[in-house]
């Protein structure tokens, strides 16, 4: 079986971590299986000179076994030496702290990303470390960066855009957003691997990620969404909205700024052009139907993550719902 996830970050990671374990303890007549993740790679930024990729780096991590549990982001056991003596030094930002040894990560890419290697080939380096079970294929190889436009009464117009980590890590998306660009997307071109790796899935997944700045910047790299429409694959996703609200982050200050209401349902709309199954929480299933010609269908179950067990069982679940929806062998 070959399974192609569209992954953001903390929830993408643990959904895939709940993936891996469910196929791997899943009964000998469903073994046998190929996973690719195409990561989000608009949340990148340059710091201090280092190219940081938070998304690929949380995949990366959390399937390797070295990410800190209680953040979700970040190396376990983390020192903070290196930040220390910037913040002596007068070196900013403040806002963004990264650690030793998220620090060698980031050094490694970068210098090997100045060799003229591709983010690509850099990231399958990587993984030779990490050895996440998987294919990670960053969504393009072109840079792409989220920008925010906020609010800002001596700036020229009154706006003015900040890098969405700062939106976010600094300011943790309490300014309101007046609007959410991908900058550089309209002349990326998707990663070698990304559209072979949706037109030739079994199964496409996208995980409770961002439906905006993750999934959303996926799909908006040229060909990415054809290819959706275009797969014979079932696409199942699985709700980042529970009960009216994220389950973390502030993915609703994300679909605010794009004017589409905090719920399962109006994400599922944003989908709607290539979505085939749609599971949501319990919480949800009375507010959220199957659209036009029953599409998506939708499921009901408890959608929280709380270990790797119960993100096992909705990895499960969408595998299960993607082979009712899967179309009959020909012949």
């Known amino acids: 079986m070959r399974i192609t996830a569209l992954a953001g970050g903390i929830g993408g990671a643990r959904f895939l971590r709940g993936l891996l374990h469910h196929l791997e303890t899943a009964p000998a007549a469903d073994a046998g299986h190929e996973v690719t993740v195409i990561g989000n790679t608009a ?6 000179g280092l190219r940081v990729c938070p998304d690929l780096d949380t995949v990366m991590y959390t399937l390797g076994g070295g990410i800190h549990e209680g953040q979700g982001w970040g190396r376990a056991d983390e020192r903070f030496t290196v ?16 650690g030793d040894r998220d620090l060698a990560t980031h050094v490694v890419r970068t210098r090997l990303l100045g060799q003229g290697r591709t983010l690509s080939e850099v990231t399958e380096r990587l993984c030779e470390r990490w050895q996440p079970g998987l294919r990670l294929l960053p969504m393009s190889d072109d840079r792409v960066e989220t920008h925010v436009v906020v609010d800002d009464p001596d700036a020229e117009g009154g706006r003015r855009a900040i890098h969405f980590q700062e939106w976010w890590v600094r300011f943790h998306a309490a300014v309101p957003a007046r609007q959410i660009l ?3 997307i309209e002349q ?8 072979e790796a949706l037109r030739e899935a079994d199964v496409v997944l996208l995980p409770p990620s961002n439906p905006v700045v993750s999934i959303g910047t996926i799909l908006g790299v040229p060909g990415v ?10 696409v199942v996703g699985v709700s980042p909205i529970v ?15 794009i ?6 349902a109006a994400v599922a709309g944003l989908y709607a052009d290539f979505l085939d199954g749609w599971l949501v929480d319990d919480a949800d299933a009375a507010t959220t139907g199957a659209g036009a010609g029953g599409r998506p269908a939708v499921r009901a179950l408890p959608l929280l993550m709380t270990d790797v067990g119960a993100a096992g069982r909705i990895a499960g679940a969408a595998l299960g719902l993607a082979a009712e929806l899967a179309p009959a062998p020909a012949g």
């Open 43 to 48: 949340d990148d930024v340059t710091l201090h």
């Open 83 to 98: 930040a220390e003596e910037l913040a002596a030094y007068g070196q900013g930002p403040d806002w963004f702290t990264l």
């Open 182 to 184: 991908a900058v550089g």
């Open 188 to 195: 990326s071109r998707p990663a070698p691997g990304v559209l």
């Open 225 to 234: 969404r054809d290819a959706l429409r275009g797969t014979r694959a079932p």
């Open 243 to 257: 009960g009216g609200a994220p389950v973390r982050g502030m993915a609703d200050a994300c679909l605010s700024a």
């Open 259 to 264: 004017g589409v209401e905090t719920s399962a």
